[in-house]
């Protein structure tokens, strides 16, 4: 009896594996898909000249959690929704999405990568009055330019906007110019060819008069 019972005791110590607790491929395969309608958006404020974004992912469900790869933090939400906050401009971030399935916590569902554009400090400074469309005077743009480089890089594209400007203006000039001698011929053609016409009579006369005065 005390051999039975303590055969029993070994047994119970034994783990047993619980068929159930086996992560399915059929379930990862359908959180895959309910994972792929997670969407982003973003929205800036700029506090202290400062561009900072605060993300917003929707379409969460209680059975997936994520982590941000940049941080190591991990967010779990239950309300469909959740709002990060205070993102620096130009920052890399990703986001990778697990199961909240024990077996299974291991398995990336889904990933999203996102780019926040770079927020230009100096897009407002008064040397970027007449050359608002060069790309550095843009508010979005990615550089790392100190003010001085950024200063003599605006002028240098303003001189030759200037010079192409110029070019430009000339070569209107001209092409007007031809135009009004086009447009006057074409509506005076035919005075032109009276003209032309007494012209040729005259000195046809005067020809055969001479002609006449020497024969």
Known sequence: MKKILWLIFLFLLIPTKNIHAKCMYSDIAEMKKISANINYSYEYKIVDDV???DITLTNLTKDIYFVDSNTGKTYKNKTGEIVLKNYNSGENIVYNFYPNDTDCMDTVLYTIRITLPKYNEYYN???CVGASEYSLCQKWSSHNLDYNTFVNKVNE????KEEEQEKSKKEVDNDSVFHYIILFLTEYYY???IILGITILCMAYIRNKRDSIYS
């Open 157 to 160: 594209y303003k001189k030759v």
């Open 125 to 127: 400074n008064p040397i």
């Open 191 to 193: 005075l032109i060819l």
């Open 51 to 53: 561009a900072l974004f």
